[in-house]
């Protein structure tokens, strides 16, 4: 994701962090009486706007994982900067998430504005639009419980000691995952969002050209990659899919592949080369029921860290919170030229 997945600190003293807030009180059906139509507007709008290759589920997705691993899942990320303040979005990080995909959340919130001003709060889309895009692309259901509130703050200097970087060693992305109360386990389910999705050719090039290739890399996956990198330098946007395989489907391909050598980054490919992660890795590419189980799980408690209440967030009108001068205070959405890469190695 910048990719998905991230770390986890277990520590045995008192540590401040995001889970050290008292839980906030979440249910299913929160909106049952004040915006009875909310599940139906987020789904019919996610719907709409589906792109290809799984592109909107995937932008969706990490979306939702950075806005979690930060401050929580508030919204937070979805604040634009002003003259004051740079934001989270601003960070370089976070530039894989696309214009696009701040739109859609855009559109599911002026909707839900309309049917029912002022109830919905912008983590709660963020919440079931992932859950929904997810399931579009024949991911697994998971419960998603509701009444979170919306955070007052968006640091971009928060982002970088907050996020798995592409090329993180386990115990690197451990110690992210951790400090938001995640297993080992629940890292590697949760790195299985890697099934869909894009990174771009800076990410992971080190890998296939430079004074040190990996040698670990499937040698014709490999070729394939410095023919889609050959020109990165002058054409930033050209990447590729994490999974080449099955790019539009959310399934347990990208286990498969981190078997075969065909990992993308380097902090996916460490999840099957390091001996603490490796069996994760075999179960869930021999598996796809118990990863669909286990991800769905970590998607549910994904979902809780960091939450706001009344007390500590409110609902804003705008998930940006600012009105957009000229129109826009985001940088233009930089578009994946990469191509169509699904194909077979037959390996």
């Known amino acids: 994701m910048s990719s998905f997945p991230p770390v986890i600190f277990l520590v045995l003293v008192f540590v401040p962090s995001i889970l050290s807030a008292p839980v906030t009180s979440l249910t299913k059906d929160y909106y049952q009486e004040t915006c009875p139509d909310f599940s139906k507007i987020v789904r019919e709008t996610v719907t709409t706007t589906q792109g290809p290759q799984g592109r909107t589920a995937a932008g969706i997705l990490r979306l939702f994982f950075h806005d979690c691993f930060l401050e929580g899942c508030d919204a937070s990320v979805l604040i634009a900067k002003n003259a004051l303040n740079k934001s989270e979005r601003d960070d370089e990080l976070n530039h894989s998430l696309t214009e696009e995909t701040f739109d859609i959340v855009t559109r599911i919130k002026a909707a839900l504005e309309e049917s029912c001003p002022g109830v919905v709060s912008c983590a709660d889309i963020l919440a079931q639009s992932t859950h929904d895009v997810v399931t579009m692309i024949g991911g697994p259901s998971y419960e998603v419980k509701l009444g979170r509130k919306d955070g007052f703050e968006s640091k971009a ?26 297993t080992l386990k629940e890292m590697v389910a949760l790195s299985g969002a890697h099934t869909i999705g894009i990174s771009h050719c800076k990410d992971f090039i080190s890998r296939v050209i430079g004074p040190q290739p990996d040698p670990d890399i499937e040698a014709r996956y490999a070729e394939v990659l410095k023919s889609l990198c050959k020109d990165y330098t002058v054409n930033e946007t050209r990447g590729s899919f994490l999974d080449p395989v099955t790019p539009d489907k959310f399934d347990n391909m990208y286990y498969k592949n981190l078997e075969k050598g065909m990992g993308l980054l380097a902090s996916d490919h460490i999840l099957f080369k390091d001996n603490s992660t490796r069996p994760f890795v075999e179960l869930y590419a021999k598996d796809q029921t118990v990863f669909f189980e286990d991800f769905a799980r970590a998607m549910e408690k994904l979902g809780m860290v960091g939450v706001k209440g009344d007390k500590d967030g409110e609902v804003r009108r705008r ?21 169509n890469i699904s194909f077979e190695l037959n390996l």
């Open 319 to 339: 998930c940006d919170n600012l009105n957009k001068p000229n129109g826009s205070v985001a940088e233009p959405e930089k578009s994946f030229t990469g191509g």
């Open 157 to 182: 200097h928060k982002v970088r000691e907050n996020l798995p970087l592409p090329n993180h060693t386990v115990d690197d992305m451990m110690s992210l995952f951790q400090k938001k109360g995640f």
